[in-house]
């Protein structure tokens, strides 16, 4: 077993925790303090239904473990590969939140 199984099957967790403590950081805000600026949360606040981004989740859990599956069956120097990948979902299904965002008219600062 890899030391990169578990976080490629958390991918979508860990990204937007990781992009929402480094934002919320780099904007000098308390990270720590209650909000509601997870990109799930963001994207139901700019008209998604929830229903719709929970599939998606569920989508992304799929997604991620047969890209774990794939990881197990590569030789090492392909290994990245899968990493890549879910990756680059992360980053595009970020970009689909930041458009919903701006076309709601939303910032990440938490509603009242």
């Known amino acids: 077993m890899s030391f990169a199984i578990v976080p490629l099957l958390l991918a979508a967790h860990l990204f937007d925790a990781c992009f929402h403590v480094a934002r919320r ?3 000098g805000e308390a990270f720590w303090r209650p909000h509601r600026a997870h990109l799930y949360q963001i994207a139901i606040r700019a008209g998604w239904p929830a229903a719709r981004v929970a599939a998606l989740h569920a989508g992304f859990a799929l ?3 047969l890209l774990a599956l ?3 069956a590569l030789p090492p120097e ?4 899968p990493l890549l990948l879910a990756l680059a ?3 595009a299904w970020l970009a689909v939140v930041l458009r919903a965002m701006r076309r709601a008219g939303l910032s990440f600062a938490t509603p009242p």
């Not at 392909?78 to 590969?81: D, G, I, M, Q, R």
């Open 70 to 72: 794939w990881f197990l």
């Open 63 to 65: 997604w991620h473990g």
């Open 78 to 81: 392909a290994k990245p590969l």
């Open 25 to 27: 950081a780099l904007a």
């Open 89 to 91: 979902g992360q980053l």
